[in-house]
Antibody
Framework: QGQLVQSGGEVKKPGASVKVSCKAS????????VSWVRQAPGRGLEWMGW????????KYAQIFQGRVTMTTDTSTTTAYMELRSLRSDDTAVYYC???????????WGQGTTVTVFS | EIVLTQSPGTLSLSPGERATLSCRAS???????LAWYQQKPGQAPRLLIY???SRATGIPDRFSGSGSGTEFTLTISRLEPEDSALYYC????????FGQGTKVEIK
């Protein structure tokens, strides 16, 4: 199975940071990666990056390098995604997903809406 | 960076018809690391197909995937009204990337 539950919606001003959490349950947390994907209003899916809870290794999409940090807390089986220097075009629904080399993203969080406006 | 291009942009078909969605990769995908997702309005994406042709748990057998290298196809053999959705392909080899999506409309 596997279930991912994300934190609630956020409203931020331009230049601020946001940190979204993703609580995993129902599977061995260390055995799967976690990807973060966002979707701007009316747009497609955009992969932001990936983290391994096992060893903390990360891989970020180039366009987010330097502005995003992904972490995990294995004691609470929670993954986090922090995005800094927010702009209006960061307004989107942010998803976490369980990610494996074979089965791709086979479980998803419900999404967290982040709205950036002044 | 691998780029995925999906076609057509929109597919409008009647119930019972066959839908064929295409996904082309800019480079050959290792180990057929290609997945398909379905997304309905207001919902998170749902995994349909992984490693190009394996159905995910609970996915009806009217959904099938095929292809290798740079050309992949998602086929919905007999469309049902609830299949109206956006469909995305995704590569998950060396990195991850999504296609831009195909909208399937049921007449």
């Amino acid at each position: 199975q596997g279930q991912l539950v994300q934190s609630g919606g956020e409203v931020k001003k331009p230049g601020a940071s946001v940190k979204v959490s993703c609580k995993a349950s129902g599977y061995p947390f260390n055995s799967y990666g976690v990807s973060w994907v966002r979707q701007a209003p009316g747009r497609g899916l955009e992969w932001m990056g990936w983290i391994s809870p096992y060893n903390g290794n990360t891989k970020y999409a180039q366009i987010f390098q330097g502005r995003v940090t992904m972490t995990t807390d294995t004691s609470t089986t929670t993954a986090y995604m922090e995005l800094r220097s927010l702009r209006s075009d960061d307004t989107a629904v942010y998803y976490c997903a369980r990610d494996s080399p074979r089965k791709a993203m086979d479980a998803w969080g419900q999404g967290t809406t982040v709205t950036v406006f002044s | 960076e691998i780029v995925l291009t999906q076609s057509p942009g929109t597919l409008s078909l009647s119930p019972g018809e066959r839908a064929t969605l295409s996904c082309r990769a800019s480079q050959s995908l290792s180990s057929s690391s290609l997945a398909w997702y379905q997304q309905k309005p207001g919902q998170a994406p749902r995994l349909l197909i992984y490693v190009a042709s394996s159905r995910a748990t609970g996915i009806p057998d009217r959904f099938s995937g095929s292809g290798s290298g740079t050309e992949f196809t998602l086929t919905i053999s007999r469309l049902e009204p609830e299949d109206s959705a956006l469909y995305y392909c995704q590569q998950y080899g060396t990195s991850r990337a999504f296609g831009q999506g195909t909208k399937v409309e049921i007449k």
